[in-house]
């Protein structure tokens, strides 16, 4: 396990219309001259949501995923906070703990480690079951929803650096396959990195497409990133796109009609 961050994040979600390149051609045109909107190699990314019985999280807006990026030992946990504000766009704090595949299947014990689980856990406890505010006991967080992505990103940097860390903005498209798995023992999954298919039950899926804007606002060049983000959301705006502040586990409960136990 390590600790990996704690950040402010700004996203904006909505629909994509006829094709990437609309898009694209629209916050191109916002860039200073020397900057570029740069193509990152496409990638499929596994996202496990976690929840309680009553999709607390889900209610509340407050998601809990295990991700992984590659065929390689290891998640990273992911725990957002409800978002700040009223705007057409999401700002809110984001931790991140990487975990090896065992601390992963640790959620059996209830004691999933690092700060993204734990801090999962005190938000139920303090804002959800009143009967756990006063009490050690921790809610149980099971698996509920598998999210498989096929990404493609771009992302605004200066011309002629392509290392990471001088990003301002990141433009993702995300092709998306949704699995109810509150019935699936997780343990191939998180092992392996893939669905086991040997099931005689099938899986209970549906798929939505979604592009998202996204700029970490905790680390260098905020003004900068802020500055940037804020004017893409104007263009998108002005031009009709369909924005949501539902995120993709939100879709996803509602798409194949997961209601509490």
Same mark, same amino acid.
């Given at each position: 396990?390590?600790?990996?961050?704690?950040?402010?994040?700004?996203?904006?979600?909505?629909?994509?219309?006829?094709?990437?390149?609309?898009?694209?051609?629209?916050?191109? %045109?916002?860039?200073?001259? &020397?900057? *570029?909107?740069?193509?990152?190699?496409?990638?499929? /990314? +596994?996202?496990?949501? !976690?929840?309680?019985?009553?999709?607390?999280?889900?209610?509340?807006?407050?998601?809990?995923?295990?991700?992984?990026?590659?065929?390689?030992?290891?998640?990273?946990?992911?725990?957002?906070?409800?978002?700040?504000?009223?705007?057409?766009?999401?700002?809110?704090?984001?931790?991140?703990?990487?975990?090896?595949?065992?601390?992963?299947?640790?959620?059996?014990?209830?004691?999933?480690?690092?700060?993204?689980?734990?801090?999962?856990?005190?938000?139920?406890?303090?804002?959800?079951?009143?009967?756990?505010?006063?009490?050690?006991?921790?809610?149980?967080?099971?698996?509920?929803?598998?999210?498989?992505?096929?990404?493609?990103?771009? %992302?605004?940097?200066?011309? &002629?650096? *392509?290392?990471?860390?001088?990003?301002?903005?990141? /433009? +993702?498209?995300?092709? !998306?396959?949704?699995?109810?798995?509150?019935?699936?023992?997780?343990?191939?999954?998180?092992?392996?990195?893939?669905?086991?298919?040997?099931?005689?039950?099938?899986?209970?899926?549906?798929?939505?497409?979604?592009?998202?804007?996204?700029?970490?606002?905790?680390?260098?060049?905020?003004?900068?990133?802020?500055?940037?983000?804020?004017?893409?959301?104007?263009?998108?705006?002005?031009?009709?796109?369909?924005?949501?502040?539902?995120?993709?586990?939100?879709?996803?409960?509602?798409?194949?009609?997961?209601?509490?136990?």
């Amino acid at each position: 396990m390590r600790e990996k961050s704690d950040l402010i994040e700004v996203e904006l979600k909505f629909l994509p219309k006829n094709s990437d390149v609309e898009v694209l051609t629209l916050l191109r %045109s916002l860039l200073q001259p &020397g900057w *570029a909107l740069a193509k990152s190699s496409p990638r499929i /990314v +596994l996202d496990i949501y !976690m929840d309680t019985d009553d999709l607390y999280l889900n209610r509340t807006d407050a998601p809990l995923r295990f991700r992984k990026r590659r065929k390689k030992n290891g998640w990273t946990a992911n725990f957002k906070l409800p978002s700040k504000g009223q705007y057409d766009y999401l700002e809110r704090r984001e931790i991140y703990t990487t975990l090896e595949n065992e601390e992963v299947l640790r959620y059996k014990t209830n004691d999933i480690p690092g700060q993204a689980s734990l801090s999962a856990y005190d938000f139920i406890a303090s804002k959800g079951n009143k009967s756990l505010r006063f009490s050690s006991q921790r809610c149980m967080l099971k698996p509920i929803v598998l999210i498989v992505s096929y990404r493609q990103m771009y %992302s605004v940097r200066p011309m &002629g650096f *392509a290392h990471r860390g001088l990003e301002l903005v990141h /433009v +993702l498209f995300d092709e !998306m396959t949704a699995f109810d798995i509150r019935d699936m023992d997780i343990d191939h999954l998180v092992t392996h990195g893939e669905l086991d298919y040997s099931t005689d039950t099938p899986y209970h899926t549906c798929g939505f497409n979604l592009v998202e804007i996204e700029a970490d606002c905790g680390r260098n060049r905020k003004a900068d990133k802020r500055n940037l983000f804020e004017l893409m959301v104007e263009k998108i705006r002005s031009n009709n796109f369909t924005m949501t502040q539902r995120n993709k586990y939100q879709t996803s409960i509602d798409s194949l009609d997961i209601t509490q136990s």
